[in-house]
């Protein structure tokens, strides 16, 4: 049953979701990272109207974030995966997005994908890692919406500097989000940490 406040419109492939936000937290980027032995940074939730020039339009559309890349910088963006931790019914990691031939990756990004929630196809190219998350939801033309749900900033440790060769001086910043399927079930959760300068100059005090 739909919760008060839920809202579809549906498309070719696509769910257009809203429900309520949930309380502001950090899995499974936490996990992960604790898993990886690397430092956890402090989390600080934001609001999207805070969201710096050069990161608002990571984040300012209703894509998945694959596809908003390859908007951005052009396509293909692959996916170097960094970590992943593998149940039966769960399958969390932590990846890079990049674009081949350019130096620095474009995005840090940390999912739960709940296996048991796909069809056995979707579910191996899933287990392959070879592709985005989103680009294997839209080619193989699974149902689902995107519900962003938190914005936060933090100061980055040394391990995520060094992965997307950002200044350790420079606050970044993310979103959560989850992805919802027919019925209102929750096919994933997803955190995205996009590079900082990307899309705009470096202020010259940073």
């Known amino acids: 049953m739909r919760a008060a406040g839920q809202s579809y419109a549906q498309g070719k492939g696509t769910l257009q979701v809203s429900v309520p936000q949930p309380r502001f937290h950090q899995e499974p980027l936490v996990e992960l990272f604790s898993r990886q032995g690397w430092t956890v940074p402090e989390f600080t939730s934001v609001e999207q109207c805070d ?7 990571f984040f300012d559309h209703d894509l998945s974030m694959t596809s908003r890349l390859e908007s951005l910088f052009g396509p293909p963006v692959r996916i170097k995966v960094l970590a992943v931790h593998h149940t039966h019914s769960i399958y969390r990691r932590l990846v890079l997005l990049e674009k081949p031939n350019v130096e620095a990756p474009l995005l840090l990004g940390a999912i739960d994908i709940h296996l048991d929630r796909f069809e056995n196809p979707v579910r191996h190219a899933i287990e392959q890692a070879q592709q985005p998350f989103g680009r294997i939801l839209k080619e193989m033309t699974v149902q689902h919406g995107y519900h962003p ?3 936060f900033s933090f100061h980055p440790s040394a391990e995520i500097t060094s992965l997307l060769a950002t200044d350790a001086r420079s606050l970044l910043y993310g979103r ?18 996009p590079a ?9 005090d940073v």
Do not use: C, Q, S
């Open 176 to 193: 959560r989000k989850v992805v919802l399927g027919e019925g209102d079930r929750v096919l994933a959760v997803v955190t995205e940490i």
């Open 149 to 151: 749900n938190a914005f």
């Open 196 to 204: 900082r300068y990307r899309l705009g100059p470096r202020p010259a």
């Open 51 to 57: 969201l710096p020039g050069d990161v608002a339009p």
